[in-house]
């Protein structure tokens, strides 16, 4: 069954081709400041994803920024309210540096090493059929 893919910008190439090879549709998804795609705040029931793909720091909004960037409050609470899992990229050495940095990382976020994103994400996507 084909399923949909939003990523944030930068997500690595060889991971969005292997997903469309598989059969799926890959969509790029903004933060609301890179505008890189449809913003993530208007994921719903009709318009959803089926997993979401992206680096840790598209998620992690400046602290006191004035800008448009949407919060990883924001974006988790999109997750768990849609039901859309989300994979951050960031090196298996640094997980717990990267869980640091949030006040409670849901259930439905996981810490991917970039070299696993591939095999995660078919396991995700595979799981939801």
Known sequence: MKKTIGY????????????VCDG??????????????RHVRLINEEKRYDL?????HKVLAPHNSDLNYTSYQDIFHV???????????VPAELHGKANALFD????IVQFV????TIAVARKILAATE
């Open 8 to 19: 944030f910008g930068g997500t690595d190439s060889k991971v969005l081709t292997s997903l």
């Open 24 to 37: 799926h549709i890959t969509l790029p998804v903004s933060n609301g400041y890179d505008s890189h795609g």
């Open 52 to 56: 979401l793909i992206g680096y840790l």
């Open 79 to 89: 997750c768990r309210t849609y039901r859309v899992p989300l994979l951050l990229e």
């Open 104 to 107: 409670e990382v849901p259930d």
């Open 113 to 116: 090493d970039p070299s696993d």
